[in-house]
């Protein structure tokens, strides 16, 4: 098939699958985006993913691209979405929303960090409000210099 033919057919995917973001299935859209996506071409920005993000998660989005990082957002593992992943590492990072802080979510938080975990993901968590209270370039230069060192 023709590249220009095979661009243009993989962009058409991309805007209907965008479209579909809108809709209540969002979580099978998201599966339904990263199928056709070729993750070894990072280039995730056809993709208007502030849309779908909260105010936290968009300035962290800023941040890690700002700094180089190719983490792609909401990132199915499994059962899981991670916030942003790199899947080629497998290094998550999860941002905590600004209303997700009550003894339940912690608890959920701590199953769902094993379980990426046990499927060989390193996991960092970056509280919502440290996104919005100017934090987010400190603790995504913390989160790569620990991904440099391995930890």
Not at 5 to 24: C, F, G, H
Not at 34 to 62: F, G
């Amino acid at each position: 098939m023709d590249e220009r033919v095979k661009s243009a057919t993989y962009y058409r995917q991309l805007v209907e699958i965008e479209d579909r973001l809108n809709i209540l299935d969002r979580r099978q859209a998201i599966r339904d985006l990263y199928s056709v996506l070729d993750l070894s071409e990072y280039d995730p920005s056809p993709i208007e993913w502030p849309k779908i993000m909260t105010k936290a998660e968009v300035v962290l989005w800023n941040e890690i691209r700002a700094q180089g990082l190719r983490f792609w957002p909401q990132y199915p593992a499994g059962h899981l979405f991670i916030t942003f992943a790199d899947p080629k590492n497998k290094v998550a990072i999860e941002c905590d929303g600004l209303g997700y802080h009550g003894k339940r979510q912690l608890e959920y938080e701590r199953w769902k960090d094993g379980r990426l975990k046990d499927l060989g993901w390193r996991v960092f968590r970056v509280p919502g409000r440290d996104c919005t209270q100017g934090k987010a370039r400190e603790r995504i230069s913390q989160i790569a210099e620990a991904i440099k060192e391995g930890r």
